[in-house]
């Protein structure tokens, strides 16, 4: 097997390229190298004045030595091969933005020691193999939570940051009901499409979520249902009369906006 890049030999690379100092830049992106990185490294100490560093498309397996880095608020490792989130801890007091789709995910791991996570209002998780929602407990500002694209069967732990969440993008689950949305206090946007809710009923309780806008629910059995019957617009309007948008369809009195 081919050895991977180090991180000192992309930061080197980066030096060359930018002219900038490693240990003086603010934005760091070590995207795609060739050969891949294949290990968070220790020379990511070096990264003093890091605020934004990009690991995305590479070969990494684990997150690991960010200590170093104080200032660090936005982190890419999008598209590795990254199984837990143990290691992310280090940068609790200062990550706003965590974005870690199309990895091996498969739990929050990780997500239990960040009871410091002050900062986190955007979590980027989709394309991985996560079958449940938990340890949200510490995100006190998440705003805006991704996990399209994994194997959750049930929303149930979203309860966590009821008092803060903005938007939740879950599309392409297993989803079947609502439960665990019914206590959100600032949610206006749910894209929910292609899950597996089929229960018409089901759909009347998203009217206990006050500020909801937008919802998308295109490829649920009810919507392909009550779409070939030609009332599902009607339907989900009689039931959530509050809503602004559904299906990418602006919704306007009793008429439709493409």
């Not at 097997?1 to 980066?14: E, S, W, Y």
Request: charged fraction near 30%.
């Amino acid at each position: 097997m081919a050895k991977g890049m180090t991180i000192k030999d992309a930061l080197k690379q980066f030096e060359d390229d930018t002219g900038i100092k490693a240990k003086d830049a603010k934005v760091v992106k070590l995207i795609g190298k060739i050969p891949m990185i294949d290990k968070m490294d220790a020379s990511l100490s070096q990264l003093e004045a890091c605020e934004q560093l990009s690991l995305s498309t590479n070969k990494i397996e684990k997150i690991a030595n960010l200590n170093g880095l104080k200032r660090l608020t936005i982190l890419s490792v999008g598209r590795n091969a990254i199984k837990t989130l143990v290691g992310i801890e280090a940068v609790n007091d200062t990550l706003v933005e965590l974005w870690c789709s199309y990895n091996l995910i498969d739990k929050f791991k990780g997500l239990t020691g960040m009871k410091k996570l002050k900062a986190c209002e955007q979590l980027s998780l989709s394309t991985n193999k996560i079958e449940k929602i938990a340890n949200l407990n510490g995100l006190k500002r998440l705003t805006i939570l991704s996990v399209g694209r994994n194997a959750i069967k049930t929303l149930v732990g979203i309860e966590a940051v009821n008092d803060t969440l903005v938007e939740l993008w879950c599309s392409y689950n297993l989803i079947d009901k609502f439960k665990g949305l019914t206590g959100m206090k600032k949610l206006k946007v749910l894209h929910m499409a292609h899950n597996k809710v089929a229960d018409v009923g089901e759909v009347g309780k998203l009217s206990s979520i006050p500020t909801l806008e937008d919802v998308l629910l295109i490829g649920n059995p009810i919507e392909e249902a009550k779409s070939e019957e030609g009332v599902w617009m009607a339907e989900v309007k009689k039931r959530v009369p509050k809503l602004k948008k559904l299906d990418g369809v602006v919704l306007v009195g009793d008429t439709e906006e493409a």
